[in-house]
């Protein structure tokens, strides 16, 4: 794939310019910064998380630690309660939480927002295994997992150089114009949820991030994680969302990542931090909190649901994983019937 990808866009050029930078986002459907977040700052966040991955075990003992070599034999992912657990130490981890407040950030998004920025509380991290392609990010639009408004925006940024071999992200500019949330289905990468992309009509553009580049782009953008082809090395990035404060956001991105996977709340995630200015910030603000749409989550379970009846690999193993993460659910039940059907 990565032959038939063009380049990003750069955007430094209009640093200085809040009109033209609107005006690219407006077009493009996102800016691409080189050099925009700070490389130290970024490289000894890389240390603390690594350094958790390698106590986790996901790590090969005995290697740099900064090199992020994967110890194959323990590849998990979102949804599995192994990812989970070690996941959930990073998240605990006070560097990162503040990475999505840090000033050079800040100020870029308030060029793109133009007004008061309100950086979600629910902070993401992606921590992906080499060749496990079958989960990569697959085709989808941001909005169908955070909603709230679509005048929402993702800064990501890898924590570390990030070629397109190791899984960069590819973005489809101009395919947010549709100013609507198109048609999802059942995925067995992270979200569970994905476009077709015969189902699109555009080219996908990428790069080769160093770390502290950062691509921004709005919540209605066709983009794709990369695979990580690599032979053995993590694949980390930061998925940070942000927006005005006087638009709606929806209640799930109140709570922390995956906490619906696992009993985990904001009390823990903030145990063993030094400071307190950055817990429970967004409750300052008189927000309009929206419920969570359901639809989406609701039509890719179904069609994961007849994808099993039907003998399809990839959706039975996404629902054995729920039913090890919540065996004593009604969607667990309907997922054993469905696993249950001879073929």
Not at 112 to 141: C, F, G, N, S
Not at 183 to 198: P, T, W
């Amino acid at each position: 794939m990565t032959n038939n990808i063009e380049s990003l866009r750069e955007s430094n050029d209009a640093l200085d310019d809040p009109v033209e930078i609107r005006c690219r986002i407006a077009d493009d459907g996102y800016v691409f910064i080189r050099g925009l977040q700070s490389r130290d700052k970024l490289l000894s966040l890389r240390r603390a998380v690594l350094g958790v991955m390698m106590e986790g075990g996901w790590l090969v003992p005995g290697t740099d630690v900064m090199d992020g070599i994967a110890d194959i034999s323990t590849r998990c992912t979102e949804g599995d309660k192994e990812y989970t657990d070690v996941y959930h130490r990073v998240y605990s981890l006070e560097s990162f939480h503040r990475s999505g407040h840090w000033t050079e950030v800040m100020a870029m998004m308030e060029k793109v927002i133009d007004a008061e920025v309100l950086p979600h509380p629910q902070k993401i991290m992606r921590l992906w295994y080499p060749q496990y392609t079958d989960h990569t990010t697959p085709i989808h639009q941001d909005y169908v997992h955070f909603q709230g408004s679509y005048d929402t925006y993702t800064c990501w940024a890898p924590i570390g150089d990030c070629s397109m071999e190791l899984g960069a992200l590819a973005v489809m500019p101009g395919s947010h114009k549709i100013n609507a949330v198109r048609n999802h289905h059942f995925s067995l990468g992270a979200g569970a949820l994905a476009i077709y992309e015969d189902e699109l009509d555009g080219h996908w553009h990428s790069a080769d991030f160093e770390v502290g580049d950062s691509l921004i782009f709005n919540s209605l953008l066709v983009h794709q994680a990369l695979p990580n082809l690599t032979e053995d090395r993590m694949r980390i990035s930061l998925d940070n969302r942000y927006q005005s404060v006087d638009v709606p956001i929806a209640e799930q991105m109140l709570t922390p990542h995956l906490s619906n996977l696992s009993d985990y709340d904001w009390e823990q995630a903030y145990a063993g931090w030094e400071t307190d200015d950055l817990k429970y910030y967004w409750k300052a603000y008189d927000l309009e909190v929206m419920k969570k749409i359901e639809r989406w989550g609701a039509k890719g379970f179904e069609e994961a649901l007849e994808l099993a009846r039907n003998g399809d690999p990839k959706a039975k193993l996404h629902l054995r994983r729920m039913i090890r993460r919540v065996p004593d659910t009604p969607g667990a039940e309907r997922a054993r019937e469905a696993l249950e059907v001879k073929m």
